[in-house]
């Protein structure tokens, strides 16, 4: 297991990370994917003190994790962070004419992780935004959703991080039960679709 005794661990990104938790509270994970992931892994390596810590915002962009970095990340001192974000970088081009461009996109992804290395050298685990088409016009976002996954991919090299091809293995899962049951709405998931994450994150440490 890729992950040491005593590390902090981080969760950050928009609402599929939040899930519904208690900003007042640093100890509460949400009901989503941070909680899976800590339970299980605490389950499995119960002799590893693991501190986790779920800083998910929902309806966040790459710029809001940006404006609050300092605070939401390198204050903490992780020794691991995992990021999940980039659909709201999408979805406001659709919903509210408020589009995001890959530059833009890429040049903030870029100087989080620059602080994450420059500041931390933490541990880096990035997850690419996806999404599942049940509307018609959630089929028209990969024109820019994909140029975006490009762009965390390519990251995640330079960075020399964890990958998790979040868009891959939700299209695999969707081969095997409509897009409806890992995605209700085709960008947050249901129970089953946030153990799906997790399963593939406690994988990826070598935790399963």
Known sequence: MLIEDNAIVLFQGDSVTDAGRDYNNDADLGLGYPMITASWLSAAHPAKNIRFINKGVSGNRVKDLKERWM????????????ILIGINDCWRRYDSD?????????SDY?????????????????????????????????EDLDPKIHAVRKLARE??????????????????????????DGVHPSPAG???IA??????VEAL
Do not use: M
């Not at 605070?71 to 995992?82: E, F, G, M, N, Y």
């Not at 399963?199 to 990826?204: G, T």
């Open 71 to 82: 605070r939401d990340c390198i204050a903490l001192k992780p020794t691991w962070v995992s």
């Open 98 to 106: 408020d589009p995001t461009s890959v530059e833009k996109f890429e």
């Open 110 to 142: 870029r100087y989080i992780l620059q602080e994450v290395k420059t500041q931390l050298n933490a541990n880096l685990i990035i997850c690419e935004p996806f999404v599942l088409p049940v509307t018609k016009e959630q089929a028209k976002w990969r």
């Open 159 to 184: 960075f020399n991080a964890i990958f998790l091809p979040l868009d891959g293995i939700f299209a695999q899962a969707a081969a095997q039960r409509e897009p409806s049951f890992w995605l209700p």
């Open 199 to 204: 399963q593939s994150w406690l994988r990826a």
């Open 194 to 196: 946030h153990a799906l």
